[in-house]
């Protein structure tokens, strides 16, 4: 598995994790490399995951009104946690990381709800993550 992938992962799980248990970016991540201290994890891996959740973490809120904003006939807090996550780590790299391409960003973000989630939150992510590019592209 390619390095930014994993660390998009890690990511998702240590958000999870951070909305869960209420607990800080920095908590979340403590608790996450402590849980997988027995494994050998890249540092390339580590630095990205933990630019992504506290990029997330930090720009929280303008992420979660540019999300509710695109997802018509849903609210924030009724949507499960974990695409709302999911939504969050691609949002944060379309607003924030003109280092990645959209494409990257939104297929990576896609990826991680089949994975994770289902078919159906797939095309959801994928939906809203089109209408944040295409609003910037504007």
Known sequence: MRKRTLAREFALQVLYQAEITHDSA????????????DEEI???TKGFTVELVKGVMDSLEAIDAKIAAH???WQLKRMAVVDKN?????????MFREDIPFKVSINEAVELAKKYSSIEASKFV???LDKVRQEKAE
């Open 86 to 94: 999911i939504l969050r780590i691609g949002c944060f790299e379309l």
């Open 71 to 73: 997802a018509t006939n």
């Open 42 to 44: 890249e540092e390339q």
């Open 126 to 128: 994928n939906g809203i």
């Open 26 to 37: 920095d908590a979340a991540l403590g608790n996450f490399w402590q849980a997988h201290s």
